[in-house]
Every structure is written in C-alpha cells, then in structure tokens.
C-alpha cells in the first residue's frame, strides 16, 4: 500500500520580527498563513500523513491565541494523521501548561505529539507505519537523540519505517560549535529506517535527491530574514510498495528576502535598478547595497530613487556607498584657473584617474576650508 506525505519544519509560529517594525505584523501573520497554505497542498495532494519535524512553534511558550489558531489550521487536514515533532525552539519542558499541553488539549484526534523516544505505532490510524521520534527537551544539545533507534528490533510486519530527528547534519548544517543536536548521514543510515524526516536547517536536503537518498530536510516553508534566500518550500514524498521515495519540493512562501549589490557610475545605472524592480515584486524585502560615483545632480536623485522603489517593494533595506563624482565643473567652480590645485585635478581628471582625483579634491577642499 503506497503512502503520500506531506513533510514540512520550522513554521516557527510566533516569531516577532521586531527587526522590521514597519512589516513586523504582515510578517507575523504571514506563517500562518503559510501553515494554512501546506494544509491546502497536502489535501490536495490527497496526503494521508501530514509531518511537521519541530519548530511548529518559534517558543517553548506562546501565546493561548496563536496555539488556538494554529490547531484551528490544522483542523482543515482531510488526511489521516498529523505528527508534530518537538524541536529546539518549541522542546518539551514537561510543563503540561506550556505550548504543548494548551495544543493537546485543543486538537483534534487525526494529530499526535511525539514527546517519547519510543516506537509510535500508527496503525491505529490506518498507517501502515511505525515512526521513531527524537524529540528535543533543551534549545541546545551536543548530542543526538536517535541512538536508541539503531537497537530497537524492527518489526517486519509493519510495511514502513520512518524516522523524524530535529537538529543539524553533519556537512549539510552550519552548526560548527555542534551544539544542535548534531547528527551524520552514517549515523542516521546505521538506524535501519525506510525514511527519515529531519528538520532544523532553513534550506532543502538533498539538493538533488537520488535513487538512493532516505533523508530529508524540507527548509522553512515560509522564508524569515535576508539570511534565507530562497522561495520556501516543502516536500511531497511518495513511498510505493518496494519502499522506492519520489520526493517533490513544492514552493510554499508568501515573502521573499533578495540581496541586491549595484555599482552605479550613470543616471542610466538608475534607470537600469528602476526597471528592474518595476513590478513582481511587492512581496518582496529587498537589501539593496549602492557603489560607484555620480555627478551631483544625479546624485540627488537617489532620494527619488529610494522613494520608487519603496514604492514597488514590500520592504527596503538602502545602503548607500555612491560617492560624488568630481567633475570639471566642480574643480572649475571650486578653484582658482592656474592655481595649482586647479591644474593637478583637472590633469587627473583629462587621465582618467578616478581614485586619485576623489582623493585630491577631498583633501584640497578640506585644506582649503
């Protein structure tokens, strides 16, 4: 019998983003929206299992408001089970009035927590599945939590064997103090699993999965900082009767964080960065860094620029490293005909020496005020 999951990490429901007070709220909001939009692709992709491995939530502890809403979105899930898995931002405290204790006594009964390292059997669910969870406790650890599965007997007569691990992968995460629950593609083979359903890194794993590959990061599924570059995303994993895994990533964020680095020496520099962000991109955060050197008059027209594409941006992040450009008219204008400061710029200037001749000018002009 095939199985069709949806796998998903890091929603980080309750993030603040206090670093973008203009946007703050849209941003916040725009996770539940998102969570919103997984259930939606996975009812539509007919999923029978809908896996969220950690960091559904950004804290331990939450607003009662924001757990509400997050249960009431999963509620929608037409499938057979939803399995959430504790991760380092949202780890089990043991206090039944914290996150998950509010989430339990809310949901509905297509959804299990995966608070034990123990073997879940999910065929009490018409799943024929058993599901081996390492669930976090702490926000840091130096170690892993699937070393238990490696020893325990698998039972041959359960059709799929699925892992869910929340932490950083050897060579693929960027945790080089290894303090993320730190875990290797060996370690994770060695446990005897048909799928392992990881979460924690803000990107996708594999980049380009093959034939052979059994583990899985999907990223965020909703981008959260210039820091994360990519679109979001999610996989649909298909596992036939033979245990063959046809994953598919699928596009899922409402917001896009872009870097852009521009030399500008003309107006038609300008011109270039107005056409380019002329329209697609109102959900878009844009930092957007400027070098090179203008004439004065176009140089203050950045301010018009700035105003523009604020204007077709969702948010923008302007710095601006464009120097004045000394021209013939400013050294004609700022000194004496014959004077020697006149004949060094202007010498610079007829060669072309860019560098040099900003450089003069600024000195002479200071020694001469």
């Known amino acids: 019998m095939p199985l069709k999951i949806l796998h998903t990490s890091d929603v980080h429901l309750g993030m603040k983003f206090a670093s973008y007070p203009d946007v703050q709220l849209k941003l916040s909001e725009a996770r539940y929206e998102t969570l919103g939009k997984l259930v939606k692709l996975a009812n539509s992709e007919r999923c029978e299992l809908f896996v969220i491995a950690g960091d559904l939530f950004h804290l331990t502890s939450v607003a009662k408001g924001q757990i509400h809403k997050a249960t009431e979105i999963l509620k929608e899930f037409n499938g057979k089970l939803i ?170 964020g409402n917001y896009r964080f872009l870097h852009d680095e521009v030399t500008v020496n003309e107006a038609s520099d300008l011109e270039r960065l107005k056409t380019k962000y002329a329209s697609g991109y109102s959900k878009t955060l844009l930092k957007l860094k400027l070098r090179g050197r203008l004439p004065k008059e176009e140089y203050n027209s950045l301010s018009d620029l700035k105003k523009y594409l604020e204007s077709q941006l969702f948010y923008l992040q302007f710095d601006n490293e464009i120097a004045e450009k000394v021209t013939l008219d400013d050294i004609n204008r700022t000194f004496t005909e014959g004077s020697f400061p006149h004949m060094l710029l202007t010498k610079l200037a007829e060669n072309n020496e860019i560098e040099a001749l900003q450089i003069a000018h600024d000195l002479l002009v200071e020694q001469k005020q």
């Not at 699937?146 to 995460?173: P, R, T």
């Not at 446990?191 to 899985?216: A, S, V």
């Open 83 to 252: 399995v959430i898995l504790p991760g380092n931002h949202d780890f089990l405290t043991g206090d039944r009035a914290d996150t998950w204790g509010i989430l339990k006594d809310k949901a509905g009964d297509n959804l299990l927590l995966l608070e034990k390292k123990e073997v879940y059997d999910l065929r009490r669910y018409d799943l024929d599945v058993h599901m081996y969870p390492a669930p976090c406790d702490s926000k840091h650890s130096e170690i892993n939590y699937i070393g238990w599965i490696k020893d325990v007997q698998k039972d041959n007569n359960v059709k799929y064997h699925i892992g869910i691990a929340h932490g950083s992968l050897e060579g693929f995460s960027p945790d080089f103090d290894k303090k993320y629950y730190p875990m290797s593609v060996q370690e994770l083979r060695e446990c005897g699993i048909d799928l392992w359903l990881m979460g924690h890194t803000h990107i996708h794993y594999p980049e380009k999965p093959g034939e052979r590959d059994i583990i899985f990061y999907p990223s965020t599924p909703e981008p959260d900082g210039f820091d994360c570059v990519h679109e979001g995303g999610t996989w649909i994993i298909d596992i036939d009767d033979d245990k063959k895994i046809r994953p598919q990533l699928r596009t899922t």
